[in-house]
C-alpha cells in the first residue's frame, strides 16, 4: 500500500507533463489512502505478527483512531467526487476545461476537501464525547470504529445513533448521487463520438476512476447502510479489513495498471535509476 501509493505521488511530483487537475487530484487520493490505512493496518498487523487476538489500546488512542479514519473516509469520498467532475469536464465541456478547472481553484477545493473532512470527523468525536463507557472493556472488532464503540457505550445511543446517520448519509449518498449523473453525461457524450478511436480514448481517460469509485462505494455502502442486526459481526469485520486495508492497496494498482500516462512515466523513472 505504502509503495504503490507513493509511487503514484512520486510519478506525479517528479513528471512535469502530469502536472495536471486529473492528477493532482490522483495524488491526493493517494496520500489520502496512505493515512486511512497507516490509522489502522499497523496496529492489526502487530496483533497478528505476535499471535494475539487482543490488543490493548488507550481510550484517547481509540478515539484518535476513530476521528482519523472517519475523516480519511470523508476526504476520500470529496475526492472521489471532484476527480469525477473534472472527468465531466474534460469529456463534456473540453473547449471549458482549461478556463473552469484552474490550478488556483484545484487548490481551493482540495483545502477544503481537507478541513471538511477533518471538521465532520471531528464532529463524529464530538457527538459519541457525551456518551459514557463503563464497560465491558473489550471491543470485538478490527479497530475502534462507531458500531462497536456505541456497543461498548452503557449510555441510550439512540439519539446519537440518528445524529450520525443524518451525517453520514449525505456524506457517501449525496457524492455518490453527484458521481452517477457525471458519468451519465460521461457515457451519453462518449456515445455521441463517431470515431471508434475517440470513443475508446475518451473512456480510458476515465475507466480507472470509475473501476475505483465501484470498488469503494460498494464497500461503503455495504459497510453503513446495512443494518447492524442483519449484519453477521464476522462479515462485519471482513468488509472493514476490505474498507482500510485492501482498498488503498487496490487503488494505486488500478490506476498504474490502466492508465498508460502513469506506467509510461514510471518506466522512465525506473530506467533513470538503473543508468
Not at 489502522?40 to 490488543?55: A, D, F, I, N, S
Not at 464532529?123 to 470485538?140: A, Q, T
Not at 457525471?182 to 457515457?187: D, H, V
Not at 456515445?191 to 476512476?209: D, P, Q, V, W, Y
Amino acid at each position: 500500500t505504502l509503495g504503490g501509493n507513493l509511487m503514484i505521488i512520486g510519478v506525479y511530483v517528479g513528471s512535469e507533463n502530469l502536472h495536471s487537475p486529473m492528477y493532482f487530484f490522483l495524488s491526493h487520493l493517494s496520500t489520502c489512502d496512505i493515512f486511512l490505512s497507516t490509522s489502522v493496518v499497523p496496529m492489526l498487523l502487530c496483533t497478528l505478527l505476535r499471535g494475539e487476538t487482543t490488543y490493548t489500546m488507550t481510550i484517547g488512542g481509540c478515539v484518535i483512531q476513530y476521528l482519523t479514519s472517519a475523516s480519511f473516509t470523508t476526504v476520500e469520498c470529496f475526492i472521489l467526487t471532484i476527480m469525477s467532475y473534472d472527468r465531466y469536464l474534460a469529456i463534456c465541456k473540453p473547449l471549458h476545461y482549461n478556463t473552469i478547472m484552474t490550478s488556483k481553484l484545484c487548490l481551493h477545493l482540495v483545502m477544503w476537501i481537507w478541513l471538511l473532512g477533518f471538521l465532520i470527523g471531528l464532529s463524529f468525536v464530538i457527538i459519541m464525547s457525551v456518551l459514557g463507557f463503563c464497560g465491558p472493556d473489550d471491543i470485538d472488532y478490527v479497530y475502534c470504529d462507531f458500531k462497536p464503540l456505541i456497543q461498548a457505550s452503557c449510555s441510550d445511543t439512540s439519539y446519537v445513533e440518528l445524529l450520525v446517520i443524518g451525517l453520514t448519509f449525505p456524506i457517501i449518498v449525496f457524492p455518490f448521487i453527484f458521481i452517477l449523473l457525471t458519468y451519465m453525461f460521461i457515457f451519453l457524450t462518449i456515445l455521441g463520438i463517431s470515431s471508434n478511436t475517440g470513443r475508446e480514448k475518451a473512456f480510458s481517460t476515465c475507466s480507472s476512476h470509475l473501476t475505483v469509485v465501484c470498488t469503494y462505494y460498494g464497500i461503503l455502502i455495504a459497510k453503513y447502510t446495512v443494518p447492524g442486526g442483519r449484519q453477521s459481526l464476522g462479515i462485519s469485520k471482513i468488509i472493514s479489513v476490505l474498507y482500510t486495508a485492501v482498498t488503498p492497496l487496490v487503488n494505486p494498482i488500478i490506476y498504474s495498471l490502466r492508465n498508460q500516462e502513469i506506467r509510461k512515466h514510471f518506466r522512465k523513472v525506473i530506467f533513470r535509476s538503473y543508468i
